[in-house]
C-alpha cells in the first residue's frame, strides 16, 4: 500500500468512526427519549437499545462512511493536496481507489450482518417492543394515553391493578375496498372488564406475539364493504384473545425475522393475489434489501468520491448535505415506504428498490471517469 493510500484511508477511517459514534448516538436518544416518556423503564430500554442500533446502523453507517469520504476528499481539495497530486501526473481516480477499501469493508460487514445476524436481531427486537408496551402500560393508563397505538389499532385501559387491567377498550378500523374509512369501512369494537397481558408462546396462536386476554369480553364487529345492509356481529365471549399489533422499530416487520432461504422459500410459494399481496412483497423487501445495501455501499463510495473531486472547495458543506440527503433518499423508502405500501403495490417490491441505487451508481462512475 503507498503512503498516499495508507494517508487517505487513514483518515477516512478515523472520520467514519466519528460519524458512526455520532450518528448512532443521535439515534440512540430519539429513540430512548420517547419510550421513556411513555412510562418504559430506563432499564428496559437500556437494555431494548441494542438491537435497535443494530438495525439502525444498516442505514447510519453507509450514512457515515458518505459523509466520511466526502468530508476527507473535500479537506483534500481545500489545502490543495488534490492539485497538487494532479501536477505531479497521480490520478484522481488513485484518491477514490485509495478509499474503496473502507466501503469494500463495509459492504461486506453489512452483507454478511444482513444475512446472517438480522434476522436474529430484528425477533428480538419486536419481543422487547411488546415487553416495553407491558412495562409502560401503568404509566399509559395514569396517563389516560393508549397502551397501543399502531396504524388502525388503538387499544387502551381505564385502571391498572397489578398485572391486571381494568376496562380495557379496543377498536380496530378495516379500511373499505378503495382503501379508506368511510360508510363501508370495517370496524371491531371490543371491551372487558378486566384483562391480562400474555406473552406466552404455548397459550397464543402461530405467528403471534402477544394478546391481550380480555375476561367476559363483550364484542362487535360490522365488516367492510357491506353494502346497505352490513354484516354486524355482536357476542359476549367469558374468554377473549385480542392481539397486540407489531409495534417494532420501523424498519422492522415479521419478514425481517426470517432467514435468507425461508425467505425465498415463502416467496416462490406465496401466490399473489389481493389476499396475499401484502405478505408477498414484504418477504421481496426483506430478500432483496439483504442483497442490496452492500451493493448501495459500492455506490455510495462511487457517488461520494465523484461528487467530492468534482464540486469546489468553497462547496464543502453543500457536498455533505447532498450526499445525507441520497442516502437518506434512497435507503429509507427500501426500509419502511415499501412496506407500508406493500398492499398496493401490484409489482414486485425489487422493480421499487434497486433502480434508485443502480442509477446512484452509474452516476458515481460517470463523475469518477469525468474527472479521471
Not at 13 to 33: D, H, P, V
Request: net charge positive.
Amino acid at each position: 500500500m503507498t503512503v498516499l493510500s495508507r494517508a487517505c484511508l487513514k483518515e477516512a477511517g478515523t472520520n467514519f468512526l466519528f460519524y458512526s459514534t455520532t450518528y448512532l448516538g443521535l439515534i440512540a436518544l430519539m429513540f430512548c427519549i420517547p419510550l421513556l416518556k411513555q412510562g418504559a423503564p430506563l432499564l428496559a430500554v437500556l437494555e431494548f437499545l441494542p438491537e435497535n442500533l443494530a438495525i439502525i446502523s444498516m442505514l447510519a453507517l453507509p450514512l457515515a462512511m458518505v459523509t466520511a469520504l466526502l468530508g476527507t476528499v473535500g479537506r483534500m481539495r481545500e489545502d490543495g493536496e488534490i492539485t497538487a497530486l494532479m501536477a505531479a501526473g497521480v490520478s484522481t481516480w488513485r484518491i477514490a481507489a485509495a478509499l474503496l477499501p473502507l466501503a469494500a469493508g463495509l459492504a461486506l460487514g453489512l452483507g454478511l450482518a444482513m444475512h446472517f445476524l438480522l434476522p436474529g436481531i430484528a425477533l428480538r427486537l419486536l419481543n422487547d417492543r411488546i415487553l416495553l408496551v407491558q412495562q409502560a402500560a401503568p404509566t399509559q393508563v395514569s396517563r389516560h394515553l393508549p397502551l397501543v397505538q399502531e396504524g388502525n389499532d388503538i387499544i387502551a385501559a381505564v385502571g391498572v391493578e397489578g398485572t391486571t387491567l381494568e376496562h380495557l377498550f379496543g377498536v380496530r378500523l378495516t379500511p373499505d375496498a378503495n382503501g379508506g374509512f368511510g360508510e363501508n369501512s370495517g370496524i371491531t369494537v371490543c371491551y372487558a372488564p378486566s384483562a391480562r397481558f400474555v406473552t406466552d408462546p404455548q397459550v397464543l396462536g402461530q405467528g403471534k406475539k402477544a394478546a391481550f386476554e380480555l375476561h367476559a369480553a363483550w364484542l362487535l364487529r360490522r365488516d367492510a364493504n357491506g353494502g346497505p345492509t352490513p354484516n354486524v356481529l355482536t357476542a359476549t365471549l367469558p374468554l377473549y384473545a385480542l392481539d397486540v399489533p407489531n409495534t417494532g422499530s420501523g424498519i422492522t416487520s415479521e419478514a425481517d425475522t426470517q432467514s435468507t432461504y425461508k425467505l425465498w422459500v415463502m416467496m416462490a410459494r406465496t401466490v399473489d393475489n389481493d389476499k396475499n399481496r401484502g405478505y408477498l412483497r414484504n418477504f421481496e423487501r426483506a430478500w432483496h434489501l439483504r442483497w442490496m445495501v452492500p451493493v448501495a455501499v459500492l455506490a455510495y463510495w462511487a457517488f461520494a468520491c465523484g461528487l467530492a473531486l468534482g464540486i469546489g472547495s468553497a462547496n464543502r458543506l453543500i457536498a455533505v448535505v447532498v450526499g445525507a440527503l441520497v442516502v437518506v433518499a434512497t435507503l429509507v423508502p427500501s426500509f419502511s415506504v415499501v412496506r407500508d405500501l406493500a398492499p398496493k403495490i401490484p409489482i414486485n417490491a425489487g422493480w421499487i428498490m434497486w433502480p434508485p441505487i443502480l442509477i446512484l451508481g452509474l452516476v458515481g462512475i460517470y463523475l469518477l471517469w469525468q474527472r479521471r
